[in-house]
């Protein structure tokens, strides 16, 4: 990858989420099929990650927001939607509260409030179809969200340590020092070793281990985008039942078709056996009683 970026200081943008609040979870909808596979690239075709004013203002989720808009575009619908700062901020203050006026009010945002803001209003004229709370413990739900629904949103706490390598240049391969705070970044690919992430401008490595230690929550986003013309449709998912689940949660519609009822057709009847003779059943049964007596 290539080297840093001006140093970036640090602004925390991503608070607590309130875990009392209901939502709907992916993993109840991830039909059981084979493994993710070994790898995932969602980042190669996209030219440039803006910063998003995120080197100013703790606008991070808005910023990861955008950034997986450009990746699922380009790789569901083969063309990267283009979001710009006039189109980021509104979302920051609408969400957050952010008045440009009052540097108090740069307090950051709730990730689950995010997604709810990019369902019902969207950014860029672009909504969400739906969203689910991803498993951050769980790699495989992590890999499987990620190659069925392009990315997946990233809570995460950076360390001195992270922030230091970062300016640097260097990829995330620990994450000692004390905490800095609250970030919000998206996976956009991932191999063994770990996810590839978008943060600052630029996409950078996050190994599996340092996942570990600094990520606590993680969201995925059902984006029409990604439904698009060239067929990457997660078949790996169970969308009617979750749309479901969250008209259940919000009363709002299914944002998803029912499955087909139509039923499948019959396969044509076996073809009958041979008749039997009446004098090979007589038969069969006098060798049967024949080698009875014999012992054979």
């Known amino acids: 990858?290539?080297?840093?970026?001006?140093?970036?200081?640090?602004?925390?943008?991503?608070?607590?989420?309130?875990?009392?609040?209901?939502?709907?979870?992916?993993?109840?909808?991830?039909?059981?099929?084979?493994?993710?596979p070994a790898s995932v690239n969602w980042f190669e075709h996209v030219a440039a990650w803006p910063m998003y004013m995120n080197d100013r203002i703790g606008d991070c989720a808005i910023v990861m927001e955008a950034h997986a808009l450009q990746a699922t575009s380009t790789y569901g619908s083969g063309s990267t939607i283009s979001v710009s700062d006039d189109d980021v901020l509104p979302v920051y203050e609408r969400v957050s509260g952010y008045n440009p006026d009052d540097p108090s009010s740069d307090v950051g945002c709730i990730l689950q409030a995010v997604y709810a803001d990019w369902r019902r209003t969207g950014i860029?004229?672009?909504?969400?179809?739906?969203?689910?709370?991803?498993?951050?413990?769980?790699?495989?739900?992590?890999?499987?969200?990620?190659?069925?629904?392009?990315?997946?949103?990233?809570g995460i706490v950076v360390t001195a340590q992270m922030m230091t390598d970062f300016d640097s240049g260097k990829d995330w391969t620990r994450a000692g020092g004390r905490s800095l705070g609250g970030h919000a970044v998206v996976i956009v690919g991932y191999d063994d070793t770990g996810v590839w992430i978008v943060t600052w401008g630029k996409v950078i490595k996050m190994t599996w281990s340092v996942f570990r230690r600094v990520v606590d929550e993680a969201w995925v986003a059902i984006l029409p985008e990604w439904l698009d013309a060239n067929g990457l449709d997660p078949l790996g998912v169970d969308l009617y039942g979750l749309g479901e689940e969250l008209h259940a949660l919000t009363g709002d519609p299914n944002p998803f078709p029912a499955p087909d009822p139509t039923p499948v057709a019959p396969g044509p009847a076996p073809a009958p056996g041979p008749d039997v003779d009446p004098s090979d059943v007589e038969l069969a049964a006098a060798l049967k009683k024949w080698l009875a007596t014999t012992g054979l």
């Open 124 to 154: 860029a004229g672009h909504k969400a179809a739906a969203f689910a709370e991803v498993e951050p413990s769980d790699l495989d739900e992590i890999k499987s969200a990620v190659y069925l629904l392009g990315t997946v949103g990233l």
């Open 1 to 36: 990858m290539p080297g840093g970026l001006l140093p970036v200081t640090f602004r925390p943008g991503r608070r607590p989420p309130i875990r009392t609040r209901a939502r709907v979870k992916l993993r109840p909808h991830l039909r059981t099929a084979m493994p993710p």
